[in-house]
């Protein structure tokens, strides 16, 4: 079998124009214009990358845009202190910090702080717990994004053994709760796992985000699975590459999303459904 793309690219352009005419329908009814606050600790170069891509994608769907770039001595106090700025400035309805933030932050405490109805990328325990209990508010945005794309192949989630590689509090975990809230059996598996290849193979929808160039090889992907890879590396030569070994996944899945321009679009896209949630809640 030679899988068909899931070609996240055209998905998220089609979220994000559906966003832009509801924005523009909402500010001709002299209703409000959602706001998204991005705050971004220090100069890490990939995560520039992605703030900039965030902020280009407000401007498109005609939010306003915050963008907060802190140095990265900023201490915890001082991001608190920021953080509660937000909270109460009524013209932001979305906060996100970017991570990873330097080592000296605390990163829960961060992400706790935010108000949990601004908390558009889902991290807080509060929403976190509302998806664990199968009543989600605001979703965290990359697991979502691949539940869109998931409904996009038209099959049925229910009943399917999928199984989560990789057991992050961004990717894996709650990417194993929109499964199981779509009546999967899910696994999840990570670096302690026993046999991870007999697992994959076990599996009718895999999706690996675990951070490393190929690490799932293609010879372990049932024939006709749905693949997802939510990794992005680049390799010494300056490729990109997911992490899933796509050359050869391709010729046993079903459904499988490249990289780029697979997951990673439908994040943002799925940050501006959040956000346009959060502000028209
Ligand atoms: N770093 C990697 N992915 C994400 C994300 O979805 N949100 C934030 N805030 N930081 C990230």
Redesign the pocket.
């Known amino acids: 079998m030679v899988a068909k793309i899931l070609n996240g690219k055209d998905i998220a352009l089609e979220i994000r124009e559906q966003i832009r005419v509801e924005v523009d329908k909402q500010k001709k009814m002299g209703n409000i214009v959602p706001g998204l606050a991005v705050i971004l600790v220090g100069e890490d170069p990939a995560?520039q990358v992605?703030v900039r891509n965030k902020k280009i994608a407000c401007q498109k769907a005609g939010f306003n845009d915050v963008s907060i770039v802190l140095s990265k001595t900023t201490t915890q106090a001082e991001l608190l202190a920021k953080i509660d700025d937000l909270n109460t400035d009524a013209s932001v309805h979305g906060i996100?910090?970017?991570?990873?933030v330097p080592e000296h932050i605390n990163t829960a405490e961060i992400i706790e702080r935010i108000d949990s109805e601004k908390d558009v990328?889902g991290?807080h325990p509060y929403n976190m717990g509302r998806l664990a209990t199968s009543l989600p508010k605001l979703a965290?945005?990359?697991p979502h994004g691949v539940m869109t794309m998931l409904d996009k192949t038209g099959v049925t989630i229910r009943g399917l053994n999928a199984v989560v590689v990789g057991a992050s509090n961004?990717?894996g975990v709650p990417m194993a709760l929109e499964l199981l809230n779509r009546r999967a059996t899910v696994t999840i598996c990570h670096s302690a796992t026993k046999d991870l290849a007999k697992k994959v193979s076990e599996a009718d929808i895999v999706v690996v985000g675990v951070g490393i160039a190929e690490m799932v090889k293609g010879a372990w992907i049932k024939e006709g699975a749905i693949v997802i890879d939510v990794g992005i590396n680049r390799l010494e030569n300056g490729s990109l590459v997911g992490d899933v070994e796509f050359d050869t996944a391709k010729e046993r899945a079903s459904w499988i999303t490249p990289v780029p321009g697979g997951v990673g679009p439908m994040?943002i896209a799925t940050?501006l459904q959040n956000t346009l949630q959060a502000a028209y809640k």
């Open positions: 995560s992605y996100i910090v970017q991570l990873p990328d991290f965290p945005c990359t961004i990717v994040t940050l």
